[in-house]
């Protein structure tokens, strides 16, 4: 009887796995501590005082204040309420400025208000997937209520150029949102120095359980709730906290502040190794993306002349797991409006692959999955023949 394959995970921007220090510091929130923080007595103030302090981690980590941070279900939570209240700022202003490759948080709830009646400029992207600082000064007017650019793709690991755009805001007195998901503990974040109004965050992406994100609300902005019930989150966001995630949220914060830079050069020394790896022993291989300004974990490859999707249906066999796009649109047989909106064609679109790397990979495993990608596309090729 054959040994069961090792799982090989290779895509950490669809979800990460939960560090082993992050659970130890949630559990007691999930067995003895249990006290509703907003309770007054004892159990509860020990809840309350957890919250704070997780509040404290993340805000080290971004740089910011500790009362500029509110607790949230998700990326997908924060960015809507950014953008709601963002609009709620003003009835006035009916105008939105995004781009063509955000994450669908941002991309249905810009189309939901499309259909409200606001006016939603589509900004393109070049061929390396950057937004061209020029485009988003002409777009933007004195009717604006907001404009929201991803920190980095989630699909390509492009990074953009977020604090000249923050400047062409502010010259132009637009609210300024940025959906850092994908870039939080990948790359240094100082936002008392930025003075941006809007940042969204996602546990899961950082070695977190899924269901905890955060949103950073600057202290001059005014802020309309998204979720309207209790006084929780300083008023901000009502509903009972979800204690035992938030401190799992801030421990997790508190690692990537301490540990960012030393398994950053480590993941980026996988990510190199393993695109040279497959551009060595595959022909006609593409790196989709601004190769100088991404993410140091993230490369997205199209294999020219191979399915995407059966190159997954044959990875997953293997249980070596990456993705041909982002997580919330798996599923659709569409190729990547991200890669489309570079100009990169349906065929090709469907040809291409996310691999994503994280702390807890190995350069065995990384070689391994290399050796198996590399069979794999040479089979799928000469099926085609």
Same mark, same amino acid.
């Given at each position: ?35 509703? &923080? @907003?309770? &007054?007595? %004892?159990?509860?103030?020990? @809840? ?6 997780? $509040? =404290?981690?993340?805000?080290?980590? #971004? ?10 279900? @998700? ?22 400025? +995004?781009?063509?490759? =955000? ?25 390396? !997937?950057?937004?061209? &600082? ?36 502010? $010259? ?54 998204? #979720?309207?019930? !209790? ?7 009502? !509903? ?33 190794? *393993? ?22 974990? +993230?490369?997205?490859?199209? *294999? ?19 993705? %041909? ?28 692959? $996310?691999? @994503? *790397? ?28």
């Amino acid at each position: 009887m054959s040994l069961p394959l090792p799982v090989i995970y290779l895509d950490n921007n669809a979800t990460t796995q939960t560090d082993p220090a992050v659970v130890e510091a949630m559990l007691p929130y999930l067995t003895v501590r249990y006290g509703n &923080p @907003s309770s &007054p007595y %004892a159990l509860g103030k020990e @809840s309350a005082t957890a919250i704070q302090t997780a $509040r =404290e981690q993340v805000a080290a980590l #971004l740089r910011c204040e500790a009362a500029e941070i509110i607790f949230t279900s @998700s990326g997908t939570e924060s960015t809507n309420a950014a953008i709601m209240s963002a609009i709620a700022a003003d009835p006035d202003r009916q105008h939105i400025v +995004t781009t063509r490759v =955000e994450h669908s948080a941002t991309l249905k709830t810009c189309e939901m208000l499309a259909k409200r009646g606001y006016e939603i400029t589509w900004l393109g992207v070049d061929s390396k !997937g950057q937004v061209n &600082p020029r485009d988003v000064e002409k777009a933007l007017r004195s009717d604006t209520a907001l404009l929201s650019v991803m920190w980095a793709n989630n699909e390509t690991g492009t990074i953009f150029p977020i604090s000249e755009l923050v400047e062409i805001a502010h $010259r132009k007195g637009v609210y300024f949102h940025t959906d850092a998901v994908q870039a939080i503990g990948k790359i240094p974040i100082t936002l008392n120095t930025l003075g941006i109004q809007f940042l969204s965050l996602s546990g899961h992406k950082l070695h977190c359980p899924k269901g905890v994100g955060a949103l950073y609300i600057n202290k001059k902005t005014r802020f309309t709730p998204f #979720l309207i019930g !209790g006084s929780q989150e300083n008023n901000k966001r009502g !509903g009972t906290e979800n204690v035992a995630s938030i401190v799992a949220l801030g421990k997790a914060c508190e690692l990537a502040r301490e540990r960012a830079a030393m398994e950053n050069e480590k993941i980026l020394h996988f990510r190199n190794t *393993f695109e040279a790896a497959l551009l060595n022993s595959i022909s006609d291989v593409k790196i989709n993306g601004d190769v100088d300004h991404r993410l140091p974990n +993230t490369t997205n490859l199209t *294999f020219n002349g191979v399915d995407s999707e059966a190159l997954l249906m044959l990875l997953d066999e293997r249980q070596i797991y990456c993705s %041909a796009g982002s997580a919330c649109t798996s599923g659709s047989h569409a190729p990547s409006h991200v890669l489309k909106a570079m100009g990169i064609s349906d065929t090709q679109a469907r040809s291409s692959l $996310r691999f @994503s *790397f994280s702390h807890f990979n190995t350069e065995t495993e990384l070689q391994q999955a290399a050796e198996q990608i590399t069979l794999l596309v040479k089979k799928i090729r000469n099926l085609a023949v």
